[in-house]
């Protein structure tokens, strides 16, 4: 008998049809003769709806309260589930985050899982009852509710899997797997049947949505066999694991891309040790999470400092570069939106020289202008025009061999 953590997305919970499909899917695992923990999301578009209602009554709403609003999206369709599962006979009990003993950090909207007291549902596993867990929250050592940021219900389903040493930890979702690139917007995608855990972080740091970051760190770091998977076909899913098997001659194994990106650009920094580091340490205590960072010198011996942003971050951003403008050196700074970061992704790519100039390649002949650049050993990430982000993500997706019709294995 094994534990496993089975992981429902807002579109498989987002009818009452769906959480009877997500329902028999729970107690399929359960007839196996496992002990079964359930996360779940909002149902659909919940958490979309409450964010746009917050827009509407504050320009800037609280962050502690957002948390407390958007906690509630899950403890609807943990409680729904618990019940269908009660009516078919089977036993099973819901849990908020702070019940299931989920404890952040104490940064509202984006906290990160510090501990998990699993005691209680292990208690419950070791009766044979299934135990439902709201996805995306957990509780400060303050008793505050916090959330875990956008997608976050993936993190509580691979950080429980961790804590309860699963067997496996399942994300069920509405694609089949994790493909090449996002299969909405890139028809000729295609599914990869396994993907080391390094890329798998990479592709969902640089904007592949499929995964939270933060479960791909936590399977890594704590071993966790995971899978993600399709709640309504039974197709074979995407394995993410120590080292990917298959596909080893591929040296790109997928694009990235995400848009809401901004550009701040410092101008007239006074040459100091210190003025860099002030001024990402200021960020840094606001949990501004900043991105590709180019320091450059003008003639005079000035240093201009480009970085980018979220755009959800752009208010707070200008808020404090202007409040603190004299203490961190600035003469002035200009911010550009409209952007979107568009990258490559593959372990193959360290031994393979020239993948960075190919990419630029690309785009330059499909008149897409760069930005900005960032490169580690195993992706390349360019800044671009957000309205180019997906004509530039098409072409490195064809020029890069990853097409469906081009599959070489
Ligand atoms: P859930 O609500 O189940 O968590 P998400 O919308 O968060 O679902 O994630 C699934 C979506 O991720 C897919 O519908 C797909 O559009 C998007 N996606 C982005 N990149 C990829 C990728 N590389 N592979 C598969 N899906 C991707
Ligand atoms: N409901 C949250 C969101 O929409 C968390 C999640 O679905 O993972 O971002
Ligand atoms: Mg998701």
Not at 134 to 159: K, Y
Not at 235 to 255: D, F, H, P, Q, S
Not at 264 to 288: D, K, R
Request: proline fraction near 1%; hydrophobic fraction near 40%.
């Amino acid at each position: 008998m094994g534990i496993i953590v089975q992981k429902f997305g807002g579109t498989s919970v987002g009818s009452v049809e769906r959480i009877r499909n997500t329902v028999n899917r729970i107690i399929e695992e359960k007839n196996k003769g496992n002990k079964v923990v359930v996360v779940v999301s909002a149902m659909g578009k919940t958490t979309d709806q409450l964010v746009s209602l917050a827009d509407e009554l504050s320009s800037y709403p609280a962050k502690r309260e957002m948390d407390m609003l958007l906690s509630t999206g899950e403890q609807v369709t943990i409680s729904l589930v618990a019940m269908a599962l009660i009516d078919k006979g089977y036993e099973a009990v819901s849990y908020t985050g702070w019940q299931a003993g989920i404890v952040t950090e104490a940064v509202h909207t984006n906290a990160r899982i510090l501990d998990i007291h699993p005691e209680k549902i292990r208690s419950h596993l070791d009766k044979g009852q299934i135990v439902i867990v709201a996805g995306f929250q957990g509780v400060t050592e303050d008793g505050e509710i916090t959330t875990l940021g956008r997608g976050g219900s993936d993190t509580t389903a691979v950080a429980l899997a961790a804590a309860l040493h699963a067997d496996r930890c399942s994300i069920f979702t509405d694609v089949t797997g994790v493909f090449t690139s996002d299969p909405r917007y890139i028809p000729n995608a295609r599914q990869l049947q396994a993907i080391s855990y390094d890329e798998m972080l990479e592709l969902a740091n640089l904007g592949a949505g499929v995964l939270h970051a933060r479960a791909v760190e936590f399977a890594k770091n704590y071993a966790v066999p995971l899978e993600v998977c399709s709640s309504l076909e039974r197709v074979a899913g995407t394995m993410i694991e120590e080292e990917a098997a298959v596909e080893k001659n591929l040296i790109v194994r997928g694009v990235a891309f995400e848009d809401a990106i901004t550009r701040v650009t410092i101008f007239g920094l006074e040459n100091g040790f210190h003025n860099l580091s002030t001024i990402f340490t200021t960020l840094a205590e606001h949990h501004i999470d900043v991105d590709i960072i180019i320091q450059n010198q003008t003639a005079d011996g000035r240093t201009y400092l480009s970085f980018s942003i979220k755009n959800q971050d752009l208010k707070e951003t200008v808020d404090l570069l202007e409040t603190n403008k004299t203490s961190l050196g600035i003469d002035h700074f200009e911010t550009e939106t409209g952007l979107a970061k568009v990258s490559i992704i593959g372990s193959g790519m360290v031994s393979n020289p020239g993948v960075a100039a190919k990419m630029f390649q690309v785009l330059a002949e499909n008149g897409v202008a760069i930005k900005m650049i960032s490169t580690s050993e195993i992706k390349v990430s360019t800044v671009v025009d957000d309205k180019e982000m997906i004509r530039a993500a098409q072409s490195l997706h064809h020029a890069f061999e990853l097409d469906a019709a081009e599959q070489k294995i």
